[in-house]
């Protein structure tokens, strides 16, 4: 008779996710315990997913009480290890994108009959404020009941806490509530849920786990002050929020796809979703739609403001939309930009007012100009830097990696909108995190020769709910005062905001930073720059890229990053034979691509079990 | 409130207290050609009731408009709110600010003071007095001061306004006070003969804590002659 949780002679017997929040800096660790009860070697499987957004800084495997760690190398080097691997006919995939947030990392190893296995992941990511809030998303799966599953959360911010909230997606309110514990006070948050067997249960009966969904913490911190600036062992970050300005009022274009690929649900939920932003379009705003498929319709020939009237007729307008032809992107793009143009050229337009064009495509262009390069140079020439462009991927079936380069070249961003009955509400969402633009242009600027190695310190925008954060090194880390100057432009005047800071008082109000972990700053800055190397390599050429690559990669190898540019590499000797596992990071485009990464766990015995990934 | 009047050419300087029960909105100044309005609200201290005249009282609210460029500030102790019609910004005292736009400068000076500038000329500098948040009787309070006033216009009025344009008095008579520090005398003004006090009181624009003395002729009963007509006449309904 085995005891409760085990499963095919294995027994999960702890499952425990750390995480230590320090100024929105997450360090999260996945500690899972197993036995092997079986008579004979069995295979034992970790499975974490985790956001996109993050770095794997550590992954350790111990087996009967020996620990094995990991090394970050850079990927080529690695990537011989996997040739070697593969010339021996076995691979195994690590990481894979999963979802719209998710990666999932997948590790197995054969643990002798009456063996113990640790499997220990740790990964970092920076929490973004997003609607007001930062938000830390867990996945629950452990598949099996875990006599010890523990998620205990402990969050430091030393602006202090405003609120915090913890919810799972899996589990009803009445059951949570005696698993879930969350409180508040000052500077730290604690979230602790840890449901006895019973609770885990799917049915009082049962012996599977109705632990499978998500596990989410939401928190803000008081802005008493617009800006915050920490400084720990000479580094520095800065966090920019300011509240109580009033919206700078949009020129919005929206350039939608219409062509037959967009045929049934994806027009229809488009349809639906622009209906919707429509009602919070502000009366202060001016608008158009722009509608391209081989040719290019527009609602008006300029834009218009947002009186009622005129909202009406655009959403007759938009209840007409009807999918047709092939997809010209090109043409549906420049037809906006000019427009947008023409209006500040004419002051047809609020005089301190924001441009912004959206487009929403679910296809490649097929027509027109359709050389991608082309493309690019076209818009890049037509906008001019002067107002951002979002791109909006609909579904898998287009080249993400070029509506991303096109909206970066121009200041904005891309999103994919996944195919799914949600996809009218994922495009309002994006709608409302930029229909608030509170500034504009915002530079944040520090004493000159004061600072190192500052990360991104201009935005075209700061939209309500965001956060700014710009993060570097001091030249001279005793120095006793610190002054950051933050300039925007407001929807009524110009904005400097100032931040000084007194190293005395700031220290006093860090002491307890050691309750979470002491470098955090350090980390954080890194982490921050390498996401926006890799951001700035997407659009890069010739040396340039190799330089930011190169730097990137550095970086990457010295804080212990996994990164699309490295690979973290577990090495056990086995057999007088390494065995190997390797943890890596698919991009974007991988999305399309996980179905060919596969994971092999039937192993000869005569040849050394290799436990591998491939990535991107 | 302690109001003083600095008097250009003369080294000397006059001032006066306005009683009046916590809620009463008082115009400070006003001028008709640059659209300029400012007005002050009393706030009582913590004893004091809305009908308590007896309890210390003090500016907890200010208001300054532009009429001709639909501009408003209301300073209270928490907070700082600024704009045009219904597009207002809110501010608070631990923020350091600078808002800027043609014709106006709005500094915040995180838990200092505020300068607020229109143009060349008239500026004036708010500063926040703050207490011991447990003191049994005082809480925060404001000041107000008017550094630049050259381009204010000969028209403009108010409680303070009335003296940007230069004007005469004399002191003669100087003779001993029921305090005997504090030397009475005879003050003739806008025709009028008045008994005054040698006092002083404090500028706290340089430092907000211990402030610079002033000394001043005091004029009492509400500044009783040396205003043009009574205390009252400067009340008004609102802050805007």
Not at chain 2, 28 to 52: C, E, F, H, M, Y
Request: proline content about 4%.
């Amino acid at each position: 008779s085995l005891p409760e949780g085990v499963v095919d002679g294995i027994e999960v017997y702890s499952t425990k996710i750390s995480c230590k929040v320090t100024s929105r800096f997450a360090h999260n660790v996945v500690t899972t315990r197993a036995v092997n009860r079986a008579d004979t070697a069995k295979e034992v499987s970790f499975d974490v997913e985790l956001p996109k957004t993050a770095f794997i800084t550590n992954f350790t495997l111990t087996i009967d009480g020996v620990t094995y760690p990991g090394n970050v190398k850079e990927k080529e080097v690695a990537q011989k290890q996997y040739e070697k691997a593969v010339s021996q006919g076995k691979t195994a995939g690590l990481v894979k994108a999963s979802g719209r947030k998710l990666e999932k990392f997948t590790v197995s190893v054969n643990v002798a009959a009456g063996s113990k296995v640790t499997f220990e992941l740790t990964y970092e990511e920076l929490l973004k404020r997003n609607k007001g809030k930062y938000e830390m998303y867990l996945k629950v799966q452990p598949k099996q009941l875990v006599r010890h599953f523990e998620i205990d959360a402990h969050i430091f911010e030393p602006q202090g806490i405003s609120m915090l909230d913890a919810e799972a997606s899996f589990i009803t309110n009445d059951l949570l509530g005696s698993a879930l514990t969350k409180s508040f006070s000052g500077k730290k948050g604690h979230v602790s849920f840890k449901p006895s067997l019973d609770q885990q249960r799917s049915c009082p009966t049962c012996t599977d786990s109705l632990l499978n969904g998500d596990f989410t913490i939401v928190y803000d911190v008081n802005r008493e002050s617009p800006g915050n600036v920490q400084i720990v062992n000479g580094y520095f970050v800065h966090f920019f929020a300011p509240q109580g300005l009033p919206v700078v009022p949009k020129n919005i274009v929206f350039v939608i796809d219409v062509s037959g690929s967009m045929s049934g649900r994806k027009i229809q939920q488009t349809r639906e979703a622009l209906l919707k932003i429509l009602d919070d379009v502000k009366e202060d705003d001016y608008l158009n739609f722009i509608l391209f498929s081989t040719d290019v319709t527009t609602w008006k020939d300029h834009l218009v403001q947002a009186t009622p009237a005129n909202l009406k007729e655009a959403k007759t307008f938009v209840k007409n939309i009807h999918d047709q032809s092939m997809t010209n992107i090109n043409d549906g793009l420049l037809k906006g930009i000019e427009m947008l143009n023409k209006a500040r050229e004419d002051h047809t337009v609020p005089e301190r007012s924001t441009s912004i064009i959206i487009m929403l495509t679910d296809g490649d262009a097929n027509t027109g100009e359709s050389r991608p390069e082309k493309i690019q140079e076209n818009v890049r020439n037509a906008i001019g830097g002067k107002f951002p462009l979002y791109n909006l991927g609909f579904g898998n079936n287009l080249n993400y990696n070029f509506l991303e380069t096109l909206a970066l070249e121009n200041h904005g961003l891309a999103r994919r909108i996944y195919e799914d009955s949600d996809a009218n509400l994922q495009l309002q969402g994006f709608y409302e995190e930029v229909a608030n633009p509170l500034l504009t242009n915002v530079e944040v600027e520090y004493p000159e020769n004061a600072i190192l190695d500052l990360t991104r310190n201009s935005y075209p925008h700061f939209y309500d709910g965001s956060e700014i954060v710009v993060a570097g090194r001091l030249v001279d880390r005793n120095m006793d005062n610190f002054k950051a100057d933050v300039k925007g432009h407001g929807a009524l005047n110009d904005l400097t905001f100032t931040e000084e800071v007194d190293m005395e008082e700031m220290d006093a109000a860090l002491k307890e930073q050691g309750y979470i972990f002491g470098d955090y700053i350090e980390r954080l800055w890194a982490y921050l720059t390498i996401e926006q190397l890799l951001e700035k390599r997407k659009n890069a050429k010739g040396d340039e890229k190799e330089n930011i690559t190169a730097e990137a990669l550095d970086l990457s190898l010295k804080y212990h990053f996994v990164t699309p540019l490295t690979s973290m590499v577990v090495t056990k000797p086995e057999d007088n034979e390494d065995q190997t596992s390797i943890a890596d990071k698919p991009g974007e485009e991988a999305i399309a691509e996980t179905t060919t990464m596969s994971f092999l766990t039937t192993q000869q015995s005569s040849q050394s079990p290799y436990y591998y990934v491939d990535g991107d | 409130p302690h109001f003083i009047i600095q008097i250009p050419g003369k080294n000397d300087s006059i001032c006066f207290n306005i009683d009046e029960k916590p809620g009463t909105v008082l115009r400070l100044i006003q001028d008709p050609v640059t659209g300029i309005t400012v007005t002050g609200q009393i706030i009582g201290d913590k004893r004091s009731n809305a009908s308590s005249r007896t309890g210390k009282t003090y500016f907890g609210k200010l208001g300054i408009t532009n009429a001709w460029m639909d501009f408003r500030v209301e300073v209270t102790t928490e907070k700082i709110i600024l704009g045009t019609g219904a597009e207002l910004s809110t501010f608070s005292w631990l923020d350091t600010i600078t808002v800027t736009q043609t014709g106006l400068s709005v500094t915040i000076n995180r838990k200092k003071n505020m300068v607020v500038s229109f143009g060349d000329g008239i500026s004036f500098v708010i500063i926040l007095h703050q207490v011991w948040k447990k003191h049994p009787v005082h809480q925060d309070f404001l000041g107000f001061y008017v550094v630049d006033s050259h381009r204010m216009s000969a028209q403009t009025h108010g409680l303070l306004g009335q003296f940007f344009q230069p004007f005469d008095f004399k002191v003669f008579g100087i003779r001993p006070g029921s305090d005997p520090t504090k030397p009475d005398a005879t003050m003739v003004v806008k025709n009028h003969r008045l008994t005054v006090t040698r006092g002083s009181q404090k500028d706290y624009r340089k430092d907000a804590s211990v402030g610079t003395k002033v000394i001043c002729w005091f004029v009492h009963n509400n500044g009783e002659g040396l205003i043009d007509g009574v205390h009252t006449d400067y009340i008004v309904p609102s802050l805007f």
